[in-house]
C-alpha cells in the first residue's frame, strides 16, 4: 500500500507574529493552498491509495468556509483515494467544526475521540481525534491491534512522550507503548518540525508542519511518502514549501548612526526564495526603532527585525556624575537592579534609559 502523511497545514492561519510587513500573511495562505494542491496532484500523478492528515489541517478560529470547500474540491479530485483526518488542538471535532457540520467528499474518513478502527483491504487504520482544544488522554492503552498478514497503522494527533504540564495538555503518548504495541506505521502531528531519519528502522514519524508558519520553522517542508508491502516499510520525505524562513545576523556595536545600519542591512545578500529575518546584535550606540528602520529596507524580501541588542552606555559610570544625567542614571540603574523584575520591564527600562540620555545630552 501506498500512502502520503502530512500535518500541522493550519489552513487560514493569521500569521499574526510573522512580519512588520503587510500583505505577508495573505502571500503565505496563497502558498497553503499551492502547497496543497501539489501534494493531490502528486496522488493523482502517482496513484497513491490512501492519504493521511494527522490534525491541525486548519485554524478553527479563522477557517473560512470557501477555504474548506478548496479542500473539499481538491479532495474529489482523488475518489479513489482514502483520505484519513485526525483532527487536532487547533481543529477539533466539536459541534461547531466544519468536521461535523459539512459534508465532506465520501472518500474523506473523519476520526472523532474514540479510537476507531476501520479494516480496508490493505491495512487495519486506528485513529483519533480532539474533541476539544485540550486532550489529556486518548486511551491509547486499551488498543489490542490485530495480528495477521495486514499492517496496522495508526493516525494521530499529540506530543510524543511530553513531559512539561503544557506538553502533556495536547494527548501525550508514550513513544515506548506506541513501540511495544507493534504498529507498522504510526502518522504523528502537532510538533511542526520532521523527526524523519531521526532513529534507525523509524515507524514512528512526525512530518512536521507542510508549509513553515514563520521563522522559529525554518529549513524544509514538506509531505512523507511511504509504502508498506509484506511488512516492509519505505519512506520518504518530499520537499514542498518553496519558500525559506532564514535568519541574518548584523552586529551594531561599531555603526553609530540609524543610516548606517540600514546601509548594512541593504547590502544583505538575499536569495529570491528566502523570507528573511535581521536579528541585531552588539552593543548599540544609538536608539533602534525597528519598525522605521524597517521602512528603509530595498529588498521585500526582508520582513522582519529583531533586536537583540543592549545599550553601550556604562550606567555606573555615568551614575557617579552630579549632573541631571547622573541622578537620572542612578535611578534606573535601581530599577534595573530590582528584585524580580521581568525581562520584559528589564528591555523597557533599557529603552526608556537610552531614550532619556539622549534627551539629556
Not at 499574526?16 to 501534494?39: A, H, P, T, V
Amino acid at each position: 500500500m501506498k500512502f502520503i502523511h502530512i500535518a500541522d497545514m493550519h489552513f487560514d492561519c493569521p500569521f499574526i507574529n510573522l512580519s512588520e510587513k503587510e500583505m505577508l500573511g495573505d502571500l503565505r495562505r496563497l502558498e497553503q493552498r499551492k502547497i496543497f494542491k501539489k501534494i493531490i496532484e502528486y496522488i493523482k500523478e502517482n496513484k497513491i491509495e490512501y492519504f493521511f492528515i494527522s490534525g491541525d489541517l486548519y485554524e478553527h478560529q479563522y477557517i473560512k468556509q470557501s477555504t474548506i470547500e478548496y479542500i473539499n474540491h481538491l479532495f474529489r479530485e482523488i475518489p479513489e483515494t482514502k483520505v484519513y483526518i485526525a483532527p487536532g488542538n487547533h481543529d477539533p471535532y466539536i459541534k461547531n467544526s466544519y468536521y461535523n457540520k459539512y459534508q465532506w467528499e465520501k472518500n474523506v474518513k473523519i476520526f472523532s475521540s474514540t479510537i476507531e478502527k476501520v479494516e480496508t483491504k490493505e491495512a487495519n487504520i486506528y485513529g483519533y481525534g480532539f474533541d476539544d482544544f485540550y486532550c489529556r488522554n486518548c486511551g491509547i492503552e486499551e488498543i489490542e491491534i490485530e495480528k495477521g498478514t495486514k499492517p496496522n497503522l495508526l493516525i494521530i494527533h499529540g506530543t510524543l512522550d511530553g513531559a512539561s504540564i503544557e506538553e502533556k495538555q495536547y494527548n501525550s503518548i508514550s513513544k515506548k507503548q506506541l513501540e511495544e504495541k507493534g504498529f507498522d506505521y504510526v502518522a504523528l502531528g502537532h510538533i511542526h518540525k520532521s523527526n524523519y531519519q531521526t532513529t534507525k528502522n523509524q515507524k514512528i514519524i512526525y512530518p512536521g508542519s507542510t508549509a513553515a508558519l514563520g521563522f522559529d520553522e525554518m529549513g524544509q517542508h514538506g509531505m512523507i511518502v511511504g509504502e508498506l508491502t509484506e511488512g516492509n516499510l519505505k519512506l520518504e520525505f518530499i520537499s514542498l514549501d518553496e519558500e525559506q524562513f532564514v535568519k541574518k545576523e548584523i552586529e551594531v556595536t561599531n555603526l553609530i548612526s540609524k543610516e548606517e545600519l540600514i546601509e548594512a542591512i541593504n547590502e544583505i545578500e538575499v536569495q529570491n526564495k528566502e523570507y528573511v529575518e535581521i536579528v541585531l546584535s552588539g552593543n548599540r550606540n544609538f536608539e533602534i526603532n525597528r519598525y522605521d528602520i524597517l521602512k528603509y529596507i530595498l529588498n521585500n524580501r526582508i520582513i522582519k527585525i529583531k533586536d537583540k541588542t543592549k545599550i553601550a552606555y556604562d550606567l555606573e559610570k555615568i551614575a557617579n556624575q552630579n549632573t541631571l544625567k547622573g541622578i537620572f542614571a542612578q535611578k534606573m540603574l535601581n530599577k534595573l537592579k530590582s528584585e524580580n523584575i521581568t525581562q520584559e520591564e528589564k528591555e523597557m527600562i533599557e529603552k526608556a534609559i537610552e531614550i532619556g540620555l539622549e534627551a539629556l545630552e
